[in-house]
């Protein structure tokens, strides 16, 4: 049921939790600092199928609605097994409940910025803005200088009512509510000849996948979509009709791998594949005709990226260099676990992110 190492610093620093709330499972990681750096103090999940029939959150009706004391509980579970003491937080808003727009205003200061947000976003947010808490950055343009470009995040009071009671529920302490994407974002580090290039994103989750685009690692747009991770077992165990668990198997065996015994696999998930490069095509699209550049690259992330064979055809699809996130290179991580979290840095990107804002 649980996954994660005891204690690996003994000595006291500052420390911080990021967790990660997704559909199949609740995601912990703990960083501290050492000197000017991030160190891995510990971490852990649970799976939603170990402690409960039904997922740790849904979305229903432009709205998320969480598993609050199973999800507290798996927290509590994750912390006594692995020793974390740590009560600051930081939890993820996941994107498909988090409403992403961007538009343009006239030249202005930058205490007049608010008040024109709050006119100019009701067009594009589902709900009215007493239903919402709103966050905004300027993506282009200069206050009382140049016209500017916004983007804007717009994030359901009743989703952040509910992560404040997990919170309590779990004894944590909360500082804070940040939508996937940026603490994704945050995890790719300062690597100079990456930064400068403009990135695709690509978190493929259980539930839902999300493109982002990122140039010089400041998020330019970002678009969800509902075809992922459990489209692609739920595709197998029906084609083949067999139960989710063993298709689940299958998927993470095989991939999109031709192996001998097996080569029914990648056939079976092709067509979703492609349905999933056909709206990250439209969201690069897109980009180009409204910024008039070209995505140069593609990072993966999210527990279904390591399936045998993915980021080869990404990059067979979409004619771009592909990348697996690693969001523990530039942390202190100890020896002789390397392999470990190579392995598991896709699913935990999220939690690493959120740790590290606490940290900054």
């Known amino acids: 049921m649980f996954k994660g190492i005891r204690t690996l610093f003994r000595f006291r620093s500052k420390k911080f939790l990021g ?144 992560y404040q009671e997990i919170a309590q529920l779990a004894g944590l302490e909360l500082k804070m509510l940040e939508s996937e994407v940026f ?13 400068n290039k403009i990135a695709g994103l690509i978190d493929i989750g259980a539930r839902s996948t999300t493109c982002s685009i990122l140039e010089q690692r400041v998020l330019k747009t970002s678009y969800s979509f509902n075809v992922a991770g459990n489209e692609l077992t739920e595709v197998i165990a029906n084609s083949l009709n067999i139960d989710y668990n063993k298709a689940e198997e299958f998927k993470r065996d095989y991939g999109l791998v031709t192996k001998e015994g097996r080569k029914d696999i990648r056939k079976i998930l092709v067509p979703l594949v492609d349905s999933i490069l056909e709206e990250i095509k439209k969201a690069l699209r897109n980009f180009y005709m409204d910024e008039g550049k070209e995505v140069q690259e593609i990072i993966l992330s ?31 991580c100890p020896a002789g676990i390397s392999d470990i979290l190579k392995e598991m840095g896709p699913s935990f990107a999220i939690a690493v992110g959120l740790a590290m804002k606490g940290l900054e």
């Open 19 to 162: 967790v990660d709330v997704g559909t199949s499972a609740v995601r912990v990681v703990e960083l501290g600092r050492e000197k000017q750096n991030y160190k891995l103090e510990n971490y852990g999940e649970i799976k939603s199928s170990s402690v409960q029939k039904k997922p740790f959150r849904v979305f229903e009706k432009n709205n998320i609605s969480l598993s609050n004391q199973q999800v507290a509980k798996a927290i509590q579970v994750i912390c006594k097994e692995a020793g974390i003491e740590t009560r600051e937080v930081n939890f993820s808003v996941p994107d498909f409940c988090s409403f992403f727009t961007s538009f343009e205003l006239p030249t202005m200061a930058k205490d007049e910025i608010s008040q024109a947000v709050q006119y100019e976003v009701r067009p594009y947010v589902p709900l009215s803005l007493e239903e919402v808490i709103l966050d905004w950055t300027i993506i282009k343009g200069e206050p009382s200088k140049t016209p500017l470009k916004v983007l804007v995040v717009a994030i359901p009071r009743d989703a952040v009512s509910q």
């Open 183 to 195: 603490a994704l974002a945050r995890t790719l580090g300062k690597d100079k000849s990456q930064e």
């Open 302 to 332: 999210g527990e279904q990226v390591s399936m045998p064979g993915l980021k080869e055809y990404f990059s067979l699809s979409l004619k771009k260099p592909v990348f697996i996130v690693d969001p523990f290179l530039n942390i202190n």
